[in-house]
């Protein structure tokens, strides 16, 4: 299958299959997307992500699982089978090996200081809804580094306490 073809959800299936939460799913689709593009340039899938308060969204991916609170595990019957081609396996375990450790709060936290989740939010505020989307291209990417080819580990310490107020309404799932 052409990645060209790809959406969100269906990359998604990968993650949900981890017993994994909406918030954590948004995140590692994000992370997915970007080192894809990093490693390849191009995309992993054709949605767009956008600056939301808590980080990085799909908003198609937001939705599917919208009727669900932040902290509970999207239930594992809602995974579709899907066969990923060698290469969009490989990346997957590799976003999986690299960020799967981590609650979806210490990957909002890693989110918040990435450029590319700062840059899309320009100047609006920090609790501020936001529907402006992440550019995904060489300009945009040209900060990450590949290490031997390889995605490297995150360096710094997150404690997963990100911050967030009642009012950003639909943005907490």
């Known amino acids: 299958m052409d990645t060209q073809k790809y959406t969100a959800l269906y990359i998604a299936n990968y993650f949900i299959k981890k017993n994994i939460t909406p918030l954590k799913l948004q995140k590692l689709l994000y992370f997915s997307q970007v080192w894809y593009f990093v490693k390849h340039e191009k995309l992993l899938f054709k949605d767009d992500i956008q600056a939301w308060v808590l980080g990085p969204v799909v908003y198609d991916v937001w939705d599917a ?18 066969v990923y081609d060698k290469e969009i396996e490989k990346h997957l375990d590799e976003i999986w090996q690299i960020y799967g450790g981590y609650t979806g709060l210490e990957l909002v936290d890693l ?3 990435e450029p590319l989740w700062i840059n899309a939010r320009g100047s609006i505020p920090e609790h501020q809804s936001s529907t402006a989307v992440l550019p995904i291209n060489k300009s945009t990417t040209d900060y990450l580094l590949l290490n031997n080819g390889c995605i ?15 009012r950003a309404n639909e943005e907490l799932f």
């Not at 490297?152 to 009642?166: D, H, L, N, R, S």
Request: charged share 30%.
């Open 65 to 82: 699982f919208r009727f669900m609170r932040r902290g509970d595990f999207i239930p594992l019957h809602k995974a579709n089978d899907v």
């Open 111 to 113: 989110t918040h200081l």
């Open 152 to 166: 490297p580990k995150p360096t710094i310490e997150v404690q997963g306490i990100a911050k967030f107020e009642v």
